[in-house]
């Protein structure tokens, strides 16, 4: 990055700034990873210059023999991750891929179930903001105000009532399994499409600690980072019978030029996700989320749905009389990166919303294990405790940095960055 350091001094200090704040802070986001650095060699390549509309063989412009070749690669790898009959690699994003499936198969003013964004759905779901609440009819379906799980008894008195023509399973904040086998009987008992959104365990679910919904699904719609732990991408899954319409809707229905360096990138993703350290590595996340969520317990916090069964955890903060927009604020001068989120049924606004998300991808990604969970709780405990204190989150911000010096993250790299 020495050509950048000479002509651009602003933007290479701010990713210079970048690198040290993801080493030096502990990264709780759920939906947020650290990748390797030969996918970030890839995403920064020569293969950004090359325009490639169309697919491999049949593209709008000549010269696109090499990043042909790169697409096949990646589409090949996940295919044989994933067990699906076709791949599309080349959408930019969770969101246009759902909404490449949506335009695809539905009529606008169609109805969708999906699950209710306050019980932990997606934006893309059927958010009155976003395309999908705006294009189709919406049938929103929650979880157990008990148990705070899927009642899948519930989903399908719904199906029959409403009848809708697809029905969405997946989430971004629900921490349980999901059994997608039963999502393929309710969708069949009212002849509906089923579309999966797996963007948050797609890592989980290709080295298969969770249910595969390509099975089941006709769509199966992801994102290459999370714990997949690639680069910002998405991708898209279906039956083999719907691969031209799907194909179709990407291009040219959705998108123009495919971006070569990151479909590169997502190709090394998917060798990655093949190799048996990825499979070990997926199961300690989910060993960490369940002893940390555990811990919390201990510490007196709710922990949503009494725990977790994947990489995340939700905390409500109710009996703490605290927001999850003040808790997130707080633990973030301590070096402790969340995020506030609605807890179900939650009587607040999203913006300030009664709970936080934790996740555990990106600690683990670190080398970070149980212990170290049990050590983190014990932090984000001391933070909420005394959230105004700021001699005690000068404190935990010493004990973070303490913790992130034994398990060090891009180090070469920031070594090389403030070398040049």
């Known amino acids: 990055m020495k050509s950048l ?16 704040r993801e080493n030096d802070n502990l990264e709780l986001i759920a939906s947020e990873n650290f990748a390797n650095e030969h996918i970030l060699e890839a995403q920064g390549s020569v293969l950004t210059n090359k325009y490639a509309e169309g697919y491999p063989g049949a593209r709008w412009y000549n010269g696109c023999r090499n990043v042909d070749i790169v697409e096949e690669i990646a ?34 003013g169609d109805t969708v179930m999906a699950m209710d964004l306050a019980c932990g759905g997606h934006l893309s779901h059927g958010n009155p903001h976003n395309f999908s609440g705006k294009f189709y009819k919406i049938v929103p379906y929650g979880v157990d105000r008990k148990t ?38 309710i969708a069949d008992s009212v002849g509906a ?34 714990t997949l732990r690639g680069p910002r991408g998405a991708f898209i899954m279906c039956k083999s019978e719907f691969a031209k319409k799907i194909d179709m809707e990407v291009f040219p229905g959705a998108q123009g030029g495919p971006l070569m360096h990151i479909i590169a990138a997502k190709a090394v993703c998917f060798k990655e996700a093949m190799t048996p350290e990825f499979k070990t590595y997926q199961k300690q996340i989910l060993k960490n989320a369940k002893v940390f969520s555990d811990e919390m317990a201990k510490l007196g916090y709710r922990i949503v749905a009494g725990g977790t069964d994947t990489h995340l955890f939700l905390v409500d903060l109710t009996n703490k009389f605290m927001t999850g927009r003040d808790a997130a604020t707080a ?87 403030e070398k040049e």
Do not use: C, W
């Open 5 to 20: 350091k000479k002509f651009d001094p602003e933007i290479y200090k701010t990713i210079l700034d970048e690198a040290r």
């Open 75 to 108: 589409i090949a790898r996940a295919k044989k991750l994933f067990g699906a009959e076709h791949v599309n690699v080349q959408p930019h994003a969770g969101t246009p891929a759902n909404m490449v499936v949506y335009f695809a198969m539905l009529n606008i």
């Open 148 to 185: 705070e799980r899927l009642d899948y008894e519930e989903i399908a008195r719904l199906a029959k009532q409403h009848k809708p023509r697809m029905i969405i399973a997946g989430a971004s904040a629900y921490p349980r399994a999901i059994d997608f086998k039963a999502f393929r009987t």
């Open 193 to 226: 499409y089923l579309l999966v959104d797996i963007a948050h365990i797609a890592g989980l679910v290709a080295a298969g600690v969770h249910q595969s919904p390509v099975p089941y699904a006709e769509f199966v719609t992801s994102t290459t980072h999370k």
């Open 331 to 417: 633990l973030d001068r301590a070096g402790i990166t969340v995020n506030k989120n609605l807890i179900p049924y939650d009587p607040k606004s999203p913006l300030v919303a009664s709970g936080i998300r934790i996740g555990t991808p990106a600690v683990t990604t670190r080398g970070m294990k149980e212990a170290e969970m049990v050590k983190i709780a014990h932090m984000i405990g001391e933070v909420l405790t005394d959230p105004n204190n700021e001699r005690n989150l000068i404190a935990v911000k010493k004990e973070v940095g303490g913790l992130v010096k034994k398990f060090p993250l891009y180090k070469d790299l920031i070594r090389r960055l």
